[in-house]
Structures are given as structure tokens and as C-alpha cells.
């Protein structure tokens, strides 16, 4: 039997959320002791076209 996967596997974020303002959020000190948290990293392109 095979199954047919989402060829979109990409991160989503649930519809209504601000997204820079979640990824933004810093943990609260709580959350970081419990391990709940997640880090992000942000990948800014330089589009400056040097010619």
C-alpha cells in the first residue's frame, strides 16, 4: 500500500497568529527551567546588487 505525502513540507504557523510577534516572544524563565521553549533563528537576505 503506499501513502501519498504532502509534497509542501514546510514550518506553518496556526492561521491568526501574529508570527513576528510569536517568534519574538522571549521565554519566561519558568519555561526555560522546564525546557519549553524553542530557539529561532532568523535568515536575513542582502538583496544589495554590488554592480
Known sequence: MMIKRD???SPTIAPGMD???ELNQEA????IDK???TS???LSLDE????
Request: hydrophobic share 5%.
Open 35 to 37: 525546557g519549553d521553549y
Open 7 to 9: 509534497k509542501k513540507n
Open 40 to 42: 529561532v533563528t532568523t
Open 48 to 51: 544589495n546588487d554590488p554592480s
Open 19 to 21: 508570527d513576528q510577534e
Open 28 to 31: 519566561s524563565q519558568e519555561e
